[in-house]
């Protein structure tokens, strides 16, 4: 916890920095440094009843796609969520031509 508090403000600096398009984060320390920022839209993805949320969040000027992972060492959860991804990659796909073209894919 020392280690995660003396880091997430050069986390959250190096963020605004490097204007990412899209972050995965994986694990709870992670996703809590994405939290600082607003979170502009929820979208829930499912498949099998299983299900993963991803946000849009701002940073600065900039929107983000947000994809807040398990850790992958907490195995049963991060593997089925990789099949959320799979099973939903058009929707995905989708979401991403809408937030950075302002397009609508086919």
């Not at 991060?78 to 990659?89: H, L, R, T, V």
């Amino acid at each position: 916890d020392i280690l995660f508090s003396n880091c997430k403000e050069y986390s959250i600096k190096e963020l605004e920095l490097l204007k990412p398009k899209i972050v995965i984060s994986q694990g709870i320390k992670a996703h809590e440094v994405l939290c600082f920022f607003e979170e502009i839209e929820r979208i829930q993805l499912s498949s099998n009843n299983k299900k993963l949320n991803l946000s849009i969040r701002k940073i600065g000027k900039n929107q983000i796609i947000h994809f807040s992972l398990y850790h992958p060492s907490y195995y049963r959860g991060y593997w089925s969520q990789k099949e959320i991804i799979i099973n939903n990659i058009d929707r995905i796909k989708e979401i991403i031509m809408n937030t950075y073209l302002n397009t609508k894919t086919t």
